[in-house]
């Protein structure tokens, strides 16, 4: 028998092989700081206030009638119906709600099960950074490798070189997986943007997975599916949640659209992660898709407003906001409180101004390009909001104060392009 005791492990730990390297996320880490320092958490992206009453009721009902052993694998049959439904009515999109559409444990597990299902060992991965940081992970899981296209802020948002993508296809590519709405920039693909994709993918037959969580959170633009592009349906799995459309993060209840040989694929790779879970939250998502979708509009109208809150407040204090278009996140500039480095900014944000963010390099393989940007959430309370937009005013104006009386006048930031 081996002694356990006497293995010392690696130099990366005891973690191993394909996930040498991933240690705890930097959510965990900022939500520490929050929690040790009381400090107002802008970090992690989930509101402060649950989903639509009916929505909740229907969860109620749902468990005290007996709907609490699993669904079927694919999720339940009503659930099912209402996602065809609503992809039909929004998009045009037709699914078989029996053959073309499963039921997963959050858009997470849809996207990890899509890659370990269709990716092999050294399959090639596009990913646009800033990306989802789970993705990297995931793409590590599968034995994928990852290969970003950067968004570059230009023309007032954050977009892509079409060369570039064009560039980072080689024979070895597999699968592009796109997220737009886009977390952290909050930028919105356009349909130029969205052509050019597929036609890359069409041009060198890779599988698109689309992250689309946010699909209702946009407030300047419109949302255009993937798969609605001529010549994509039949090569894209399509992916969505009730977590950010019905305010119900802890719920865990996603879903992906395709064609039936990859939803099959998927499907056989989920099995042996969760198999199906949630039942009383499916009955309940189920309702919310079909009566509660006008609470949906008012709550994206009301979190556009706390957008323009948060950014007008931090904009006043002399705080650089980069325009978001969609999702629940503002990027700011570190520059504004005298940090290249977002990151060391971040970690000291709780303790010097009561505000915990997110720095966006941990989003970035090209570090250099976000090492200046930092995220914050803007799905929280009003008096949340203006609270620590007060803090980091007042921090960035001691900053400010400070570099004055050391150096003189401080200089302007720097312009970015497009701004």
């Known amino acids: 028998m081996t002694d356990q005791a006497s293995r010392a492990p690696g130099p990366g730990g005891w973690g191993s092989g394909r996930m040498a390297g991933f240690g705890s996320t930097i959510f965990a880490e900022m939500t520490a700081l929050a929690v040790r320092t009381g400090a107002r958490n802008l970090g992690q992206g989930f509101p402060d206030s649950s989903g639509p009453p009916e929505l909740l009721a229907a969860a109620c009902a749902a468990i005290t009638s007996g709907r609490n052993q699993y669904p079927p694998l694919h999720g339940l049959p009503e ?25 997963t444990m959050g858009a997470t597990e849809a996207i990890a099960a899509a890659l370990l299902a269709l990716c092999a060992a050294g399959d090639e991965v596009i990913v646009f950074e800033p990306y989802y940081d789970s993705y990297a992970a995931m793409i590590a899981m599968a034995g994928g490798v990852r290969r970003p296209v950067l968004l570059e802020f230009t023309g007032g948002r954050f977009r892509f070189d079409a060369d570039q993508l064009r560039r980072v296809v080689t024979p070895k590519t597999r699968i592009l997986l796109l997220n737009s709405p886009h977390n952290p920039t909050g930028t919105v693909f356009d349909r130029a943007e969205l052509a050019a994709i597929a036609a890359v993918c069409q041009e060198h037959d890779l599988i698109a997975i689309t992250d689309e969580v946010y699909e209702y959170l946009i407030y300047d633009g419109e949302h255009t599916p993937l798969a609605t592009l001529p010549g994509m349906d039949s090569r894209t799995l399509t992916i969505s949640s009730a977590g950010k459309t019905f305010s119900s993060t802890g719920w865990k209840v996603g879903w992906t659209c395709g064609p039936p040989p990859l939803i099959a694929a998927v499907a056989a790779a989920k099995q042996f992660l969760t198999f199906a879970g949630g039942t009383p939250f499916h009955a309940a998502v189920a309702e919310g898709l079909r009566n509660c979708l006008p609470w949906v509009a008012r709550q994206r109208d009301d979190l556009r407003r706390r957008r323009d809150l948060l950014a007008g407040l931090l904009g006043e204090a002399g705080v650089r906001t980069y325009p978001s278009q969609a999702t629940y996140f503002l990027q700011i500039d570190a520059r504004s409180f005298g940090h290249d480095d977002g990151a060391t900014l971040c970690r000291e944000l709780p303790g010097q101004a009561g505000v915990v963010a997110i720095p966006s390099v941990e989003f970035y393989d090209t570090k250099d390009a976000g090492r200046h940007l930092v995220r914050l959430a803007f799905c929280k309370s009003d008096d949340v909001l203006t609270d620590a937009a007060r803090r980091l005013g007042d921090y960035a104006g001691r900053v400010a104060a400070s570099s004055a009386a050391d150096d003189g006048p401080a200089d302007s930031l720097p312009l970015l392009p497009g701004e």
Request: proline fraction near 4%; charge should be negative.
């Open 79 to 103: 659930l099912r119906t209402a996602i065809a439904d609503q992809r039909a009515a929004e998009y045009g999109t037709r699914y078989d709600p029996d053959s073309e559409i499963l039921v």
